[in-house]
């Protein structure tokens, strides 16, 4: 009781434990039990005994602790029958056998042969500035800025600054790019590090996207 009244937060809040060297709370805090443990001990130190879990003869505070301080009524849970749901270990049914072929859900299809990959940026522009991407392929002007291939801001809104453009790769592709912001005066600010990295996946799918945010 005296740690709770010298460590427990100005608010009221207890923790579940303080520390022994230094009543530092510890573990989990505003847990209803440790509130409810707090107020029962101060009840029962006032005298204030009330019912406990239904058991009408412990109204009083013993004078000592025993297991019998508190009597209660006891029955002995039935046995019943096993669940048929749960075999025990000793009655293990021997296993099915499936007669006939199983059936096959699963189903084949064609590599793609051409992946149209979306990339999507969420890049914050003003009047004039186009989002663009750059990177270590032919198909993204192999790190030449000039070659940098433009992205659409279609979708551009104010609370979704969204650049995209989608461009075909073989599947396998790893590709290594990065987004930049070209002025109409053709200054290039580049977005920092780390360069993207992405493999093209080679598998059924045709398409696939690449969501990014532009990294200041």
């Known amino acids: 009781m005296n740690v709770v009244a010298t460590y427990a937060q100005s608010n009221g809040s ?9 009543g530092q ?8 039990w440790s509130y409810a443990a707090f107020l029962t001990a101060a009840a029962r130190r006032a005298g204030v005994v009330p019912y406990s879990w239904g058991e009408p003869t412990a109204s009083s505070v013993p004078s000592f602790c025993s297991a019998t301080s508190a009597i209660g009524t006891y029955s002995t849970a039935p046995t019943g029958a096993f669940p ?45 500035q ?7 392929v032919a198909s993204l002007g192999s790190w030449n800025t000039a070659n940098a291939i433009a992205l659409s801001a279609s ?21 290594t790019y990065k987004y930049i912001n070209v002025a109409s005066s053709g200054a ?3 977005e920092k590090d780390p360069n993207h990295t992405f493999v093209v996946p080679a598998s059924c799918a045709t398409t696939v996207t690449v969501n990014s945010s532009w990294q200041s």
């Open 188 to 190: 290039v600010t580049w």
């Open 130 to 136: 186009s989002i663009k991407i750059v990177g270590d």
């Open 84 to 128: 048929t749901s749960q075999t025990p270990v000793s009655g293990v049914p021997p296993p099915t056998t499936t007669v006939g072929s199983p059936t096959s859900t699963a189903t084949s299809c064609s590599v793609a042969t051409s992946v149209a990959v979306t990339f999507n940026v969420l890049a914050t522009t003003v009047v004039g």
């Open 25 to 32: 709370p510890l573990s989990a805090y505003d847990l209803t």
């Open 14 to 22: 207890l923790s579940e434990q303080f520390s022994r060297s230094n």
């Open 155 to 175: 979708g551009y809104t104010s609370s979704n600054p969204l650049w995209s453009i989608t461009i075909a790769f073989a599947p396998g592709t790893a590709i």
